[in-house]
């Protein structure tokens, strides 16, 4: 700092400063009617709040809501799947046409306050709102990295849970279907030539606890039989329809992983690739393994459908529980837990890194099997 001397008895204080962009020394400067030793350090405080405000206004943003979408979305789709990419980008035209939130806002002007009552408007289900929500949170955590604000505003949006009722409880045995059930349904799916191709499918995830996506993105080439390994590298993306259909790499590094299979698995994966290779010319260790009548992989939509026309084939027998492809996932946990499997063995096996709904599952048949327990001890007699 240092003092220039005025007309009529007042004083100049001067201080330099480094604009942080380009470098540059730069001056501020404020007048006072005294140099003594007390004006001094009254100066060079004032200065250098002078100083810390111009640089904060500096390194605030201007951009406004729509540009720090924008500016994130060009940045972050680079790094998603394409099925990720579609569902982003429908929540981001959602965004231009909700009057409830003003994307002309400038992001530095934005607050809590500000996106909970956007989030509040929404009519849609918790699911949805919390996408939503998502979003903008991965936005904010953008613009806080790259210093366009101090604070991701999102941190405190609230997205109250709907109460509990007696239509949304959902059993936990609902979450997976028992041994029986799953040989009840394997008896309409075999009963029949044309619902046997999905059936042995449906066998094959029971027995292995693939995702449907992980089943019908595998080739014959990650089948190594006489290691009676599977190997799970993929799972497909048919965003663009299933004849554009392609194999990327699984979300998670859990998803990515290698399984023993058994002996019936193995007749399942031999009979049907032995089938396709006397219906195909084309046929090789590229080729898809569950593959429809078109050659094309399986469609979920078609598996699903067919599950439900199955179900109802089997009458008085039904299975009252909402079938989809997912439940043979947790059948196959099920199952591991009533061989005693450990829960850390299950999670590897069956690609989870988060084992809430496998400890969920593995928790309710353990108890069951304690029941069991208890009751043959009562059978012995003593």
Do not use: C
Not at 134 to 158: C, E, G, H, T, W
Not at 312 to 334: A, P, Q, V, Y
């Amino acid at each position: 700092m240092w003092i220039e001397e005025l007309a009529k008895g007042k004083y100049k204080y001067i201080e330099r400063y480094k604009d942080p962009y380009t470098e540059e020394l730069k001056k501020v400067s404020i007048t006072l009617t005294s140099k003594s030793n007390v004006a001094k350090k009254q100066a060079q405080k004032e200065l250098n709040e002078k100083i810390d405000r111009i640089l904060t206004a500096e390194k605030k943003s201007d951009h406004t809501l729509q540009e720090l979408l924008d500016e994130w979305w060009d940045f972050h789709s680079q790094t998603v799947r394409s099925n990720t990419i579609r569902n982003y980008t429908n929540i981001m035209k959602s965004f231009k046409k909700n009057d409830n939130l003003n994307l002309k806002a400038k992001i530095r002007n934005t607050d809590s306050q500000f996106f909970q009552k956007f989030i509040n408007s929404l009519t849609f289900s918790h699911v949805q709102k919390s996408k939503y929500k998502s979003v903008l949170n991965m936005a904010f955590d953008y613009a806080v990295n790259m210093q366009y604000v101090r604070d991701n505003p999102l941190r405190k949006v609230i997205i109250p849970k709907p109460p509990r009722t007696l239509e949304t409880f959902s059993r936990v045995q609902d979450l997976y279907l028992e041994k029986e059930e799953v040989n009840r349904l394997l008896t309409a799916y075999y009963s029949s030539h044309q619902s046997k191709r999905i059936g042995n499918l449906v066998e094959f995830m029971y027995l292995t606890g693939v995702r449907i996506g992980e089943a019908i993105s595998l080739q014959v080439k990650n089948y190594r039989k006489e290691e009676k390994l599977l190997d799970i590298h993929g799972t497909l993306d048919y965003s663009k329809g299933y004849k554009n259909a392609t194999k990327e790499l699984p979300k998670t590094d859990a998803s990515y992983r290698t399984i023993g299979i058994s002996n019936r698995v193995i007749e399942i994966l031999d009979e049907v690739i032995l089938e396709n290779k006397l219906k195909y010319d084309h046929y090789d260790n590229d080729s898809y393994i569950f593959i429809g009548k078109t050659g094309l992989p399986i469609q979920v939509n078609t598996f699903n459908a067919a599950l439900d026309y199955n179900n109802e084939k089997l009458g008085d027998k039904k299975i009252n529980k909402k079938l989809h492809s997912h439940i043979f996932r947790h059948s196959h946990i099920s199952l591991l837990s009533e061989l005693n499997i450990p829960i850390k063995a299950i999670m590897q096996r069956v690609g989870h890194d988060d084992e809430k709904t496998t400890l969920k599952i593995y928790t309710h048949v353990t108890e069951k099997q304690k029941t069991d327990i208890v009751e043959k001890l009562n059978n012995l007699g003593f």
